[in-house]
Structures are given as structure tokens and as C-alpha cells.
């Protein structure tokens, strides 16, 4: 009786343990996405800022300019149930503007025009990075709701369901090869 007794509390003691874990875990995976949503959100708004400074530099020729900064102004404005339309439309302007190396190259020959193409690329090339992270980060806590120990004892809590966020991110192929 009294060994039956203690395998019993050893092995309640050991689920205990083995559910705190997962809970912990579970809770250090929030965090993560937490703080890789700040960053892409850092991120779009760093390519956002980039490209209406530019737009509204002179540099561009007017159409390119407002496309450019209609664009990027929706980006920046966009609620969060349309942001990632809004980001996807900005990489669209992006690769429709900068589609060509000439386009850049004209931007690179004007006064101030090489820091704010090595800037708009810089910018341009973070974001696929950032979106990556958080989507690797909201894929693993996912992973780990779906088991079913985290579903039956509620580990997650009230933490909403990690969303992935999906846009069109690729760069304008000029821009892409532009060393930093």
C-alpha cells in the first residue's frame, strides 16, 4: 500500500513536472513571436519610411513617386486586418518602380541618391528576414497547441492562436543584389 502510494506521487510529481515544462515552453514560444512581431512590424515600417522619403525626395520622376508613395502611405495607414494587402501592394510598387537596374542606377546618380538606394535595399532585404522569424517562431507554438496534453490541461491559456503573417515580400531583383 504505502509503495503503490508513492510510485502514485512520483508519477504525479513527474506529470506535474513534465506539464510545467511544456508550459513554459509553451509560453517562452509566445514571447518569441511577440518580439519577432515587433520586429517585422520595425522592419515594414523602416521600408515604409524608406520609400516615401524617397518618393517625396525629387530623385524619381513623378509617377514612379506617387506610385511609390500611395503605396507605402497605405502600408504605413493600414489596419491590421488589411496589412498584409497593404505590405504585399509596397512590394508590388517596389518591384514595379526598381524592376530594372537602370531605375536604380539613375537614383544612385543624383546627390544623396547612392545612400537612399543602399538604404531603400537595406530595408527591402530585412523584411523576407523578419517575416521568416516570426512565421518560424508562430509554426513551432503551433506545433506544440496541437498536442494534445497542451489541448486536454489548457496550457495555452487565453493566449490567442498564433496567426502566420503572409505577404508578398519578394524584392525588386535590382535592389535584391545591392550590396549593403
Known amino acids: 500500500m504505502t509503495e503503490t502510494l508513492i510510485w ?4 504525479l510529481i513527474a506529470i506535474g513536472l513534465y506539464l510545467s515544462w511544456t ?5 517562452r514560444l509566445h514571447s518569441r513571436i511577440d518580439a519577432a512581431r515587433a520586429a ?3 522592419q515594414l515600417l ?6 516615401q522619403e524617397l518618393a517625396t525626395s525629387g530623385i524619381l520622376d513623378p509617377a514612379a513617386s506617387i506610385v511609390l508613395y500611395e503605396a507605402a502611405h497605405a502600408a504605413r495607414q493600414a489596419e491590421e486586418d488589411q496589412r498584409e494587402v497593404a505590405e504585399s501592394e509596397l512590394s508590388q510598387a517596389l518591384r514595379a518602380v526598381f524592376g530594372e537596374p537602370e531605375q536604380v542606377e539613375v537614383v544612385r546618380e ?7 538606394a543602399g538604404e531603400l535595399a537595406a530595408a527591402v532585404r530585412r523584411v523576407p528576414m523578419a517575416r521568416r522569424f516570426h512565421n518560424d517562431a ?3 507554438a503551433r506545433a506544440l497547441r496541437r498536442h494534445r496534453t ?3 490541461f489548457r496550457l495555452a491559456g487565453h493566449a490567442p492562436f498564433p ?3 503572409e505577404m508578398d515580400d519578394e524584392p525588386p531583383l535590382a535592389l535584391a543584389d545591392r550590396p549593403a
Open 150 to 152: 497542451v489541448r486536454w
Open 8 to 11: 502514485t506521487v512520483v508519477a
Open 23 to 27: 508550459a513554459g515552453r509553451l509560453d
Open 163 to 165: 496567426l502566420a503573417f
Open 46 to 51: 523602416r521600408r515604409a519610411s524608406v520609400t
Open 110 to 116: 543624383t546627390p544623396g541618391g547612392d545612400e537612399a
Open 138 to 140: 508562430v509554426r513551432a
Open 40 to 42: 517585422l512590424d520595425a
